[in-house]
């Protein structure tokens, strides 16, 4: 294959990655809180009851704004059947998945998790079956100091010190007709600006995402994002964008194609620059100076196992999505599109975190490290900085579905190593399934001096995946095959492969 050049200027910068994109998300659904963070008869539990192996594999992956506790099934929940006494919490018939809820964690148990684990905490309010006041009650809850009604209830289950929850969704997919209490844009509009403004006169401090569209195949796309920020107006902090991608594509039916595949990001670029463009239209109609941010609040692949019943049982196994190669490959061109973005997309979730389509899985007291692990660990240890704008020469090639992508997909962050000199991570993709992409770094303005470390991953074919067997098909290994000279970085990417590579620069 022909040489690839990514041409980057320092200068020439898109914005300050926020830590918030490297956010998951934890939803009481199938396995993922019950035997996935939450296990209390595990050999591996600690005193909350909570699974160290799968905590301390959480941890490496670096998780910033945590959102719970979903998902569909916040639009049938009632928080304050997650609080108090264990033994006084009811067990419900849970409709979003079917299932059976003991709410035996809650609002407290998930702070607490939080705390430990450094996340910032991020909470889905029910705007489906639940009203504004319940979602106000729920911010008092969690947010004021003792001597009120629920505060005093907070400190009763042991909290006396408020938890300070900035993020709070306002409900979630209401768009979609799956959703208990889904109601046109304009209805979901009229609740969701009643509860924000409940919710923000109980704390001024908090940020709001209110519900975009969640799918952009639905016919409301766009003009539900519109109708709900002209409604909401200064009361939205950021819009939300889900996105679930798969190969096959529901246009190919059973049809696979990597090559479509791996071209999605065209399309991840596209709604995310579409839906800014509906909140720069909202700001500039009502001459704002506000403008609502991109909270990509649910992504990932998903499209294997569609297991979405429950039937009646508690923490049933849905949608356990093993994933594979070329999996791991969109998961890193998500991300890479969410830093080439970074002057609009302020938090994304990867939904979600253990069990349900998730990097990691757990089995008895076993756990598995899945493909799409990797990219998401290379790619948050090296996220601090500047964005910078890359610009790819080199070969092409025509999608089905996507357009014309570059066959070397990237993102490139400007930061500093511990010691305050300037580092350039390098991120990219070689989408190729059958050449070596051999790839030069430039930056324009200044000189890559070393390299600093490297990581890979990639594998024989695209339908390689991990298993309890054989746990280490897909894993990331160390790159250190870049060289430097005359300023510039070359080095050449396996076919299917993904790096991250970090540089000295002058
Ligand atoms: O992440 C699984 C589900 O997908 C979420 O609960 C819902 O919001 C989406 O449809």
Redesign the pocket.
Same mark, same amino acid.
Request: one cysteine or more; aromatic letters at 22%; glycine letters at 14%.
């Given at each position: 294959m022909n040489p690839s050049t990514l041409t980057v200027h320092t200068q020439f910068q898109i914005g300050e990655v926020d830590p918030r994109i490297f956010g998951g998300?934890l939803?009481h659904?199938g396995r993922a809180v019950y035997e996935g963070v939450y296990q209390p008869d595990s050999k591996h539990a600690d005193a909350d009851g909570c699974r160290t192996d799968v905590l301390g594999a959480l941890r490496r992956l670096g998780y910033t704004a945590m959102r719970y506790p979903?998902?569909?099934?916040a639009s049938g929940f009632h928080w304050m059947d997650g609080t108090g006494p264990k033994q006084l919490r009811p067990t419900v018939r849970e409709l979003?998945w079917q299932s059976i809820e003991t709410n035996q964690f809650g609002t407290d148990e998930f702070m607490a998790l939080s705390r430990k684990m450094d996340w910032t905490p991020m909470l889905t309010v029910n705007l489906g079956t639940g009203t504004p006041e319940e979602a106000r009650n729920w911010v008092e809850y969690c947010n004021a100091p003792a001597g009120t009604k629920y505060a005093n209830m907070r400190a009763a289950n042991g909290n006396r010190d408020p938890f300070g929850v900035k993020l709070w969704c306002l409900g979630?997919?209401m768009d979609?007709p +799956?959703q208990l209490g889904h109601v046109p844009a304009d209805q979901y509009a009229i609740r969701a600006q009643q509860a924000a403004k409940m919710m923000k006169d109980t704390d001024k401090t908090i940020e709001t995402v209110v519900c975009g569209t969640?799918s952009i195949r639905l016919p409301t796309y766009m003009d539900w994002d519109r109708t709900v920020l002209e409604h909401l107006g200064d009361y939205a902090d950021y819009i939300s964008l889900?996105r679930?991608v798969g190969n096959p594509h529901p246009n190919y039916g059973n049809c696979e194609n990597t090559a479509d595949y791996l071209a999605i990001t065209n399309s991840i670029d596209q709604q995310i620059e579409e839906m800014d463009a509906v909140c720069r239209f909202v700001q500039a109609k009502k001459r704002s100076k506000k403008r609502a941010y991109l909270c990509f609040d649910?992504w990932n692949v +998903?499209y294997k196992n569609m297991q979405m019943d429950g039937e009646g049982k508690f923490a049933p196994h849905l949608?356990e999505e093993v994933y594979n190669l070329e999996d791991a490959l969109v998961v890193a061109g998500f991300l890479n599109s969410f830093v080439r973005h970074a002057d609009s997309v302020k938090i994304a979730n990867i939904?979600?975190i253990v069990n349900?389509?998730a990097p990691i899985l757990t089995q008895g007291d076993d756990m598995l490290i899945q493909s799409i692990f990797y990219p998401i660990e290379m790619m948050s240890k090296r996220r601090s900085g500047t964005a910078l704008r890359v610009v790819v020469d080199g070969p092409r090639y025509d999608s089905d579905l996507y357009g014309t992508v570059a066959m070397i997909d990237s993102s490139v962050i400007l930061g500093h190593d511990v010691n305050g000199e300037p580092v350039l991570h390098v991120f990219a993709t070689n989408r190729s399934q059958t050449e070596p992409a051999p790839v030069r770094v430039n930056v324009s303005d200044r000189t890559l001096s070393a390299l600093i470390d490297g990581e890979i991953v990639t594998g024989p074919n695209a339908k390689v995946a991990n298993s309890y067997a054989q746990p280490n098909v897909v894993v990331a290994q160390p790159f250190g095959a870049a060289v430097v000279t005359d300023g510039q970085a070359e080095f050449t990417l396996p076919p299917l492969s993904f790096a991250a590579l970090s540089f000295r620069v002058r």
């Open positions: 998300f939803e659904m979903g998902g569909n099934y979003a979630n997919e979609g +799956w969640c889900h679930y649910e +998903w949608i939904a979600q349900v389509i």
